[in-house]
């Protein structure tokens, strides 16, 4: 059911690469909420071709952009408020990579260059977003930036890696950026941290089946869909949320407040202790 809560906004979205991608969701439920918008990712996404049939679904042009890049980000925007007709209201960054992650790398072996591609690609790529809008001045006032993260900013997953220092500063980019955008033109800016997802960049972490499994075991609701988020982050797009600017929001099913549930007690075999 649609609520018409994006009826007249504009917006870029980032990062869908297939029907799995969380973006790709958000990009269907933006255009039933009655958005337009147009769909960005890096050039080599473009070959696969999926997108190009979102865009059309969505009535929305694709412009390439490498996410590293400041000269195609300024590209990005200054076609988008072209195409669109006006600055945007909402931004999506829904962008990660970890060549770390890709080539099995452990926390205690990591390559140094391509920790920095993490961190690139994954985090100094939404300071860059936005900083590009600012200097353009492209988002209109109370305009909404989203980022996606995970929780492993906050509490140790070993087999994710440098991703989790690279989320650690995404959420703190969210944070200042937010302070900034904030004064300047009354955008806000969030991080949501989403349940482990059946994704491209979700299944390359190592283990992904056995901690997805874990996380939907321990959240008293289960995991979060990427549906489910696509419904989050709209709402964090339309006018509704007007004043949360600068958190890092769970949805996560209640995961990230839970110690321990029910089902994995009883899947932890009992010690015999020595009194
Ligand atoms: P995905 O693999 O569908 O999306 C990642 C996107 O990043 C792809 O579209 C890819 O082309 C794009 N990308 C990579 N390098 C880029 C660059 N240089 N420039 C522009 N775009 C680039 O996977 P998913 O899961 O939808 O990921 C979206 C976001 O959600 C990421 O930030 C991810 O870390 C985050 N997230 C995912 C979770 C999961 O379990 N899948 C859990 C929590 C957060």
Redesign the pocket.
């Known amino acids: 059911m649609a609520y018409g809560l994006l009826q007249g906004k504009r917006g870029i979205i980032?990062?869908?690469?297939?029907e799995?991608?969380?973006?790709?969701k958000v990009a269907l439920k933006a255009k039933e909420e009655g958005a337009t918008f147009t769909l960005?990712?890096?050039?080599?996404?473009m070959r696969?071709g999926a997108?190009k049939q979102l865009a059309e679904q969505c009535g929305a042009e694709i412009i390439p952009?490498?996410?590293?890049?400041t000269e195609?980000l300024e590209k990005l925007f200054n076609q988008s408020t072209e195409i669109l007709g006006g600055k945007v209201d909402f931004v999506l960054?829904?962008?990660?990579?970890s060549p770390n992650i890709r080539k099995g790398r452990a926390y205690t072996d990591l390559n140094y260059d391509w920790f920095k591609q993490s961190v690139?690609?994954?985090a100094l790529?939404f300071h860059k977003m936005m900083q590009t809008a600012y200097k353009l001045d492209a988002i209109n006032e109370w305009g909404s930036v989203v980022?996606?993260?995970?929780?492993a900013a906050q509490r140790t997953f070993p087999f994710y890696t440098d991703?989790a220092e690279?989320?650690a500063i995404?959420e703190s980019i969210a944070r200042s950026f937010g302070y900034h955008y904030g004064k300047f033109r009354k955008v806000r800016v969030n991080t949501?941290?989403?349940?482990?997802?059946?994704?491209?960049?979700?299944?390359?972490?190592g283990g992904?089946d056995r901690f997805?499994d874990f996380a939907d075991k321990t959240a008293p609701l289960g995991n979060a869909s990427?549906e489910d988020?696509a419904n989050y982050v709209i709402t964090l797009f339309s006018d509704l949320t007007r004043m949360v600017t600068m958190q890092n929001l769970f949805h996560d099913g209640g995961f990230s407040m839970t110690g321990i549930s029910e089902e994995i007690m009883q899947m932890v075999q009992p010690q015999q202790h020595q009194q």
Request: glycine fraction near 8%.
């Open positions: 980032s990062g869908a690469l297939d799995k991608s969380i973006a790709w960005t990712n890096a050039p080599i996404a696969m997108i952009a490498d996410a590293t890049s195609d960054h829904s962008i990660g990579m690139d690609v994954s790529s980022g996606l993260t995970y929780m991703m690279a989320k995404l949501v941290s989403q349940s482990p997802t059946v994704t491209t960049a979700g299944s390359g972490i992904f997805y990427a988020c």
